[in-house]
Nanobody
Framework: QVPLVESGGGVVRPGDSLSLSCAASQSTVHIAAMGWFRQAPGKERELVAGMGHLSPPLYAWAVRGRFIITRDNAKKTVYLQMDDLQPEDTAVYYC??????????WGQGALVTVSS
């Protein structure tokens, strides 16, 4: 199994920015898609952003224009830059990776809290 190591998250005020990173650097196989889901209290996990190895990113409508996903294929790392954060962005953010020939794997989760 490919271990994913997440970092980032924290407590910010509305309008602030945060960044998350997720590394699959110990993987020895090709990673197809990588990205981020989030799960707010009492809600289902939802896709935030994702991108394939060489394909353009995909964003949820709720974050389009505020969040940017980038990926360093050489480092097998995916990043999420989150700007203009709002209270409704409060959630645990989980990165995912789709290793070639293996099931999807998930990061441990990073809590993002947006509160005034």
């Amino acid at each position: 199994q490919v271990p994913l190591v997440e970092s980032g998250g924290g407590v910010v005020r509305p309008g602030d920015s945060l960044s998350l990173s997720c590394a699959a650097s110990q993987s020895t196989v090709h990673i197809a898609a990588m990205g981020w889901f989030r799960q707010a209290p009492g809600k289902e996990r939802e896709l935030v952003a994702g991108m394939g190895h060489l394909s353009p990113p995909l964003y949820a409508w709720a974050v389009r224009g505020r969040f940017i996903i980038t990926r360093d294929n050489a480092k097998k790392t995916v990043y999420l830059q989150m700007d203009d954060l709002q209270p409704e962005d409060t959630a645990v953010y989980y990165c995912y990776a789709d290793p070639e020939g293996s099931p999807r794997v998930w990061g441990q989760g990073a809590l993002v809290t947006v509160s005034s």
